[in-house]
């Protein structure tokens, strides 16, 4: 009863080097999710996917790109990684996300990215 | 902007009394709440959630309550243990097209036994 699963749980990157988060969910949600968190600013929505084959930008898009590869899977990618880019990256999801889903989200336990 | 927002960013209690965590919301189209509880090195985990057609809600060992006429949301733990301490942090769904949950910044629970 996996859940939520992100790979991988660390990494230290490099200015300028390009990396993919991965996420995974087995509970056959319609709707996925990409946050990050940092100190004192608690989560924030990078991007979103309501459902197989669309993908919406939260309040933090910019240096992110995502893919919904299908309905299992939501990848973050950054291109070109920036030192403010450090965090922690976190997916989630719900059986069906928008504007009137009264749903919980289901959270990973993310990933900790440091970029030097 | 709109902002969900927790009244203190720590609150320190003794095992077996009761915590209460607050939580103000701006936004009066929200009609979803939820609270959630994060462990060190872990993800949210969802706790209880709350409709705006109601007013209190019981889980095991926790009540969520609802003021519509405040935009005031708190969580109130009954005889919190050691293991309650973590961060909790509210949530709302704003109930707009294009949006999705929109988080506090958190209030970490100290319990000491």
């Known amino acids: 009863n996996a859940g939520v699963t992100q790979t991988p749980k660390f990494q230290v990157l490099k200015t300028g080097q390009s990396m993919t988060l991965q996420c995974a969910q087995d509970m056959n949600h319609n709707s996925m999710y990409w946050y990050r968190q940092d100190p004192g600013m608690g989560l924030r929505l990078i991007y979103y996917s309501a459902s197989e084959g669309t993908t919406d930008k939260g309040e933090v898009p910019n240096g992110y790109n995502v893919s919904r590869l299908n309905k299992r899977e939501f990848s973050l990618r950054l291109e070109s990684a920036a030192p403010s880019q450090t965090s922690v990256y976190f997916c989630?999801?719900?059986?069906?996300?928008?504007?009137?889903?009264?749903?919980?989200?289901?959270f990973g336990d993310g990933t900790r990215l440091s970029i030097l | 902007g709109e902002s969900v927002g927790l009244h203190l960013p720590t609150l320190s209690v003794q095992e077996g009394d009761n915590s209460i965590i607050n939580c103000a919301y701006s936004n009066s189209a929200s009609d979803y709440f939820i609270w959630y509880k994060q462990e060190s090195g872990k993800g949210p985990q969802f706790i209880i959630d709350?409709?705006?057609?109601?007013d209190k809600r019981q889980g095991q060992r926790v009540t969520v309550l609802l003021n519509k006429t405040v935009k005031h949301l708190s969580l109130q733990i009954a005889a919190t243990q050691p293991g309650d301490s973590a961060v909790y942090f509210c949530?709302?769904?704003?109930?707009?097209?294009?949006?999705?949950?929109?988080f506090g910044k958190g209030t970490t629970l100290s319990v000491s036994s």
């Open positions: 709350i409709r705006s057609n109601m």
């Open positions: 989630a999801s719900s059986p069906r996300g928008g504007s009137h889903s009264n749903q919980p989200q289901h």
């Open positions: 949530a709302e769904n704003p109930n707009q097209a294009g949006t999705a949950l929109i």
